[in-house]
């Protein structure tokens, strides 16, 4: 069975940093497409970032120039280096995974692309 758990979470002030990391146990798939997608409280969960396993990644305009998606193949995890942080990334934090590499880029997937999902992990960023 394949989990995924995410975490490095946290509080920052604006402009500071976090990297999130997502560990994907009994994953062995040599395709996938995994990304990280965002939900604030009241809005619809949106997609962050994505990379397949061609390393090809993309990522929403929002954070483009900012957060940077990175896959560990060996150690079965994926991560998200967050920088300059905003009050507006603050969410709830979700890796995804599906089995195939990624379709579109992440502006054009849904949460109905991934089959995959880890339970979240809360980032708060301070003005």
């Known amino acids: 069975q394949v989990h995924l758990v995410e975490s490095g979470g946290g509080s920052v002030q604006a402009g500071g940093s976090l990297r999130l990391s997502c560990a994907a146990s009994?994953?062995?798939?040599?395709?996938?497409?995994m990304g990280w997608f965002r939900q604030a409280p009241g809005k619809e969960r949106e997609g962050v970032a994505a990379?397949?396993?061609?390393?090809?990644?993309s990522y929403a305009d929002s954070v483009k120039g900012r957060f940077t998606i990175s896959s560990d193949n060996a150690k079965n995890s994926l991560y998200l280096q967050m920088n300059s942080l905003q009050p507006e990334d603050t969410a709830m934090y979700y890796c995804a995974a599906d089995r195939i590499d990624c379709m579109a880029d992440i502006q054009d997937l849904g949460v109905v692309d991934f089959e995959l999902w880890g339970q979240g992990t809360q980032v708060t960023v301070s003005s």
């Open positions: 990379i397949d396993s061609d390393g090809s990644t």
């Open positions: 009994g994953y062995t798939y040599s395709s996938y497409c």
